[in-house]
Antibody, heavy 128, light 107 residues
Framework: QITLKESGPTLVKPTQTLTLTCTFSGFSLRTSGVGVGWIRQPPGKALEWLALIYWNDDKQYNPSLKNTFSITKDTSGNQVVLTMANMDPVDTATYYC????????????????????WGQGTMVTVSS | DMQLTQSPSSLSAFVGDRVTITCRASQSIGSHLNWYQQKPGKPPKLLIYAASSLQSGVPSRFSGSGSGTDFTLTISSLQREDFATYSCQQNYSPPFTFGQGTKVEIK
């Protein structure tokens, strides 16, 4: 059974850096084709994809966001860390990590098939 | 960025009704479209991937169709546990965007 759990601070100040950890079980980031993604949801608003990382350390980030992102996986293979710099009150949201399987389309190349299993999420408030 | 527009933004229906939600992409995305269900205070749950493939464990009353720019999620006979918000999501090109959601409420 695959499970994921997000952890990190519940409150950060504007301009500070947010560090979130996703701890998972039931799969390994050493397995070919597997990845972990981060998605957030401001209160009452739509979901927004942030970043993802695959077993081979390939990474993708949402270029439309103004924050400086970093996504890394630890050497033990069961944690992924997301770092977001320059936090702003508009970044107040529930942050989710998800399991991903990478797929391949001959026309478009590799892509995440879907965010198929989600953690419960962690609420982060950005306020002074 | 690829825009996904869902309609309607909300709807009211009776248990047993057939419900259809549409998602329109701002450009062609082939079949790179997923559907999620979200209940209050809970994370989203994947229902449909690749436009029409039913995720394992999801009841067969849920179905998806479409390709290119126009997609549909259908619930053939609405059950009480289906009252939730439904969102589409494209994985054709990054950033992997979501629709704004459709809230399905009890009439």
């Amino acid at each position: 059974q695959i499970t994921l759990k997000e952890s990190g601070p519940t409150l950060v100040k504007p301009t500070q850096t947010l560090t979130l950890t996703c701890t998972f079980s039931g799969f390994s980031l050493r397995t070919s084709g597997v990845g972990v993604g981060w998605i957030r949801q401001p209160p009452g608003k739509a979901l927004e994809w942030l970043a993802l990382i695959y077993w081979n350390d390939d990474k993708q980030y949402n270029p439309s966001l103004k924050n400086t992102f970093s996504i890394t996986k630890d050497t033990s293979g069961n944690q992924v860390v997301l770092t977001m710099a320059n936090m702003d009150p508009v970044d107040t949201a529930t942050y989710y990590c998800t399991h991903i399987v990478r797929d391949y389309d001959p026309l478009t190349g590799y892509y995440p098939r879907a965010f198929d299993i989600w953690g419960q999420g962690t609420m982060v408030t950005v306020s002074s | 960025d690829m825009q996904l527009t869902q309609s309607p933004s909300s709807l009211s229906a009776f248990v047993g009704d057939r419900v259809t939600i549409t998602c329109r992409a701002s450009q062609s995305i082939g079949s790179h479209l997923n559907w999620y269900q979200q209940k209050p205070g809970k994370p989203p749950k994947l229902l449909i991937y690749a436009a029409s493939s039913l995720q394992s464990g999801v009841p067969s009353r849920f179905s998806g169709s479409g390709s290119g720019t126009d997609f549909t999620l259908t619930i053939s006979s609405l059950q009480r546990e289906d009252f939730a918000t439904y969102s589409c999501q494209q994985n054709y090109s990054p950033p992997f965007t979501f629709g704004q959601g459709t809230k399905v409420e009890i009439k």
